[in-house]
């Protein structure tokens, strides 16, 4: 009666053996053949034959191991154990497999993806009765974002933060700025100027009541020495006190008038009605800003379109960024719900969308020095995880189809333009040293 012996038989039995030249070997996988009356073909038989000979090979190299001469057997009509295996290229020329790498096929579009999603245009040149040195135009898209099958016709921009007084912050965003962070135009300056801004977003954070009520007049002041320092287009943020914030922007909606500025936010638990009025009356875009309910954002944005006679071309979206971990998974699946839900006709829901990628140092990963668990594995240095978090938020949502993202550390900024705008195609890949960004500013 013939016996099968397995691979794993083998093994068993060399445990026992005191080979010094197998210690630390390990034989892996069972393999029988059984092919008796099947009609095989050609091709397959020569592939199948190709890797029984390398089944054979390894075999027969661990009884040369064991001193058996192995050569003497094979003799020269095989060659010696060890042989040089056969190029691929001899491979698929016997076996056909050459013609797969010559074919080619074609992807349909998603026939479901029938809308667009709306442009909303921000800042005004001179020639739009502005001051802005260039204007910059979100959405515009048929398919989700770097899309195989759809053209994509603007890229992804970024606006960086600069908030009217200094505030408390990760160590490794505010060495960066504290050298400006008393003076809110010299803060732009420099986000404009060094770590290259597409925009800039002014948060007006001294108004809140319980900050230092700074009256709305004065805020807007803030306002215009911005304007006057940088001239790219400007996102205007209240302090998200639900009380204060339509004065506020009202006020800023006022000086800037003319400057296609893009007020933040409208939300459903204030008086949305006086900023849509303040955005429609003045000439700006408005931010319909809902926390992570995609059923919100529709009612929002319908209220905004029906009660407020907001221009759809001056809507964009926030649903909320949530910092990394199970947030991050969250607002990722929200946004691209949002997302393809505009492309398959959702009118609500068809604009662009903006992401407050800043929430991802909302992580105590991305600022602690180390982890307050005891008995944790190294968290590494944090001026690399913090920057990397920011990174991981901006790249994920960018996915999903968010246009536009609010961020501060430069190094955060200068790797996620440089990869979006790479797939986008405005520029080619180059291999991104984190490092050389970093630097000692950290």
């Known amino acids: ?12 039995m060399l445990k026992d ?24 073909d050609p091709n397959l038989s020569y592939a199948l034959g190709y890797e029984a000979a390398q089944v054979s090979l390894h075999i027969a190299n661990i009884a040369k191991l064991l001193g058996y001469p192995v050569d003497q057997l094979f003799g020269a009509s095989m060659g010696a154990v060890g042989q040089e295996a056969p190029s691929a290229e001899g491979i698929a020329a016997k076996t056909g497999l050459s013609e797969l790498a010559s074919s080619s096929f074609e992807v349909s579009p998603v026939k479901e993806w029938t809308h667009t999603i709306e442009e909303v245009t921000l800042g005004a040149t001179s020639s739009d009765g502005g001051s802005r040195g260039n204007t910059i135009t979100l959405g515009g898209e048929n398919a989700l974002p770097y899309y195989f099958d759809a053209e994509m016709p603007h890229r992804n921009y970024v606006t960086m933060d600069v908030f009217d007084l200094p505030i408390s912050m990760a160590k490794s965003v505010r060495t960066n700025y504290e050298d400006v962070m008393d003076d809110p135009a010299e803060w732009a300056k420099k986000v404009v100027n060094e770590y290259n801004a597409d925009m800039v977003t002014i948060h007006l954070v001294s108004t809140d009541p319980n900050i230092e009520d700074t009256s709305a007049k004065e805020a807007s002041k803030v306002v215009e020495d911005v304007l006057q320092a940088v001239d790219v287009p400007l996102v205007i943020g209240g302090s998200g006190n639900p009380d204060k914030d339509p004065e506020v922007l ?11 500025a893009l007020l933040a936010s409208a939300s459903l638990n204030l008086d949305y009605e006086r900023i849509a009025k ?27 379109m029906t009660q407020c006679n907001v221009p759809r071309d001056s809507i964009l979206m926030d649903p909320t960024t949530a910092a990394l971990g199970y947030g991050l998974d969250y607002a990722y699946t929200n946004m691209e719900r949002i997302r393809l839900a505009g492309l398959t006709g959702d009118d609500e829901l068809t604009f662009p969308m903006s ?6 140092w909302g992580a105590r990963e991305s600022w602690m020095k180390e982890s307050p668990i005891q008995n944790d594995s190294d968290w590494g240095p944090r001026e690399y995880r913090g920057p990397i978090w920011e990174i991981s938020t901006g790249l994920a949502l960018a ?21 979006t705008q790479s797939l986008f195609g405005t520029k080619e890949a180059e291999d991104i040293d984190i490092s050389n960004w970093i630097g000692a500013e950290v």
């Open 1 to 12: 009666m013939t016996k099968k012996m397995k691979l794993s038989d083998l093994t068993e």
């Open 17 to 40: 053996l005191d080979v010094e030249a197998l210690e630390g070997v390990n034989i892996e996988g069972d393999i029988e053949f059984d092919v008796s009356g099947v009609g095989l």
């Open 250 to 260: 009202e006020k800023a909606a006022e000086v800037a008038e003319g400057e296609r």
């Open 278 to 304: 303040a955005a429609t009356d003045h000439g700006h875009a408005i931010l319909s800003w809902t926390q992570l309910e995609i059923n919100a954002q529709k009612e929002l944005n319908r209220k905004l």
């Open 355 to 360: 992401s407050g990628t800043t929430n991802a």
């Open 399 to 419: 996915l999903a189809g968010n246009d536009l993202f609010m961020m501060m550390h430069p190094t955060s900024v200068q790797v996620l333009k440089e990869a």
